[in-house]
């Protein structure tokens, strides 16, 4: 099992910047390979903001590429979301998430105001 525990989030102006981080410890984290987010606003479907391998290689949703980063530390087991130039559609509570083994963080309340 692999526990992930996020920190970042709150309240930001529109145009304002936040960065997400999260964690993973537990016995499995040696199996860990693509760490991703997701975001589920009021009244949608949960959506892939953005994902990293264990390569590095990246890949985001339209709506967030050229504003956010996703990154991580592979020694530290932490993938990270800096997020840039953020928009009121952006507002939603982030998860990570290693989808692989089934993990999910405890979700993160980002609010973006206009």
């Known amino acids: 099992q692999v526990r992930l525990v996020q920190s970042g989030g709150g309240l930001v102006q529109a145009g304002g910047s936040l960065r997400l981080s999260c964690a993973a410890s537990?016995?499995?984290?040696?199996?860990?390979?693509?760490m991703g987010w997701y975001r589920q606003a009021p009244g949608k479907q949960r959506e892939l903001v953005a994902n990293v391998t264990s390569d590095g290689i990246t890949n985001y949703v339209n709506s967030v590429k050229g504003r956010f980063t996703i990154s991580r530390d592979s020694a530290k087991n932490t993938v990270f979301l800096q997020m840039n130039g953020l928009k009121p559609e952006d507002t939603a509570v982030y998860y990570c998430?290693?989808?692989?083994?089934?993990?999910w963080g405890q979700g993160t309340q980002v609010t973006v105001s206009s």
């Open positions: 537990g016995r499995s984290v040696f199996r860990i390979r693509d």
């Open positions: 998430t290693i989808l692989s083994l089934g993990s």
